[in-house]
């Protein structure tokens, strides 16, 4: 069955300080996209990224960058340089190809506050 | 360019009272829409979702109910609330196909006392 595991429930870091944050999942399916989003304190959710099962590549996006790794079955999230405005709840997702629903498992959130 | 509403934003109800809200999107078409719950300091959990007008499927057993009259138009409905009912309500929309991340409503926060 898909899963989706946030280890961390809740990550505190001060200001400037990198941090990783932490995804694995789980799919039968060879097909499948990998998604993060952020949840700032108004709720609305934010896209960041989106990964398909082909593609490896790291990718980077100013302070924001991600490490996807199928042998592990890991897609890691890091921000470096952190800043107060990264205070969050972020989520990271799975759909797969062969539903047809094409809805996204959601993990269970990894609240980060970054401290001034 | 694609927006989507839900109202009300906030909602405080009495239990066994009755729940309507609503979601529409604007600028696409036969778009995948979704509801979603999100207890308090919890993850997502899909309620339903809708491939097209009419079609609704069911993700988590309760006594709420979705329905689609109009192609983007998607309402999430009860009639008699639960405490249990409580927490933040998000709608979605996707288009056709796993790649497409799915865009967020701005949400309803509902309180049942």
């Known amino acids: 069955a898909q899963k989706v595991t946030q280890a961390q429930t809740e990550i505190s870091v001060v200001e400037k300080e990198d941090v990783t944050l932490d995804c694995v999942y789980e799919?039968?399916?060879?097909?499948?996209?990998l998604f993060w989003y952020k949840q700032p304190p108004s709720g609305e959710l934010v896209f960041l990224i989106r990964?398909?099962?082909?593609?490896?590549q790291n990718e980077i996006s100013g302070r924001y960058s991600w490490n996807f790794q199928k042998s592990t079955s890991s897609f890691n999230f890091t921000i470096t340089a952190s800043q107060v405005v990264d205070s969050a709840v972020y989520f990271c997702?799975?759909?797969?190809?062969?539903?047809?629903?094409?809805?996204?498992?959601f993990g269970s959130g990894t609240r980060l506050l970054v401290r001034p | 360019s694609q927006t989507i509403h839900q109202w009300p934003a906030t909602l405080v109800q009495p239990v066994g009272s009755p729940l309507s809200l609503e979601c529409t999107v604007e600028g696409t078409s036969n778009p995948n829409l979704y509801w979603y719950r999100q207890a308090a300091g919890r993850g997502l959990q899909l309620l339903f979702y809708?491939?097209?007008?009419?079609?609704i499927s069911s993700e988590v057993p309760q006594n709420l109910s979705a329905s689609r009259p109009q192609d983007r138009q998607f309402i999430l409905s009860s009639k008699k609330l639960l405490l249990s009912d409580s927490g933040f309500y998000l709608c979605?929309?996707?288009?056709?196909?796993?790649?497409?991340?799915?865009?967020f409503g701005p949400g309803t926060r509902l309180t049942v006392l």
């Open positions: 979605a929309w996707s288009r056709d196909g796993p790649w497409g991340e799915q865009f």
């Open positions: 990964r398909n099962s082909f593609d490896e």
């Open positions: 799919t039968r399916d060879t097909t499948y996209y």
């Open positions: 997702a799975l759909s797969e190809a062969g539903d047809s629903s094409y809805k996204l498992i």
């Open positions: 809708s491939v097209g007008i009419g079609q």
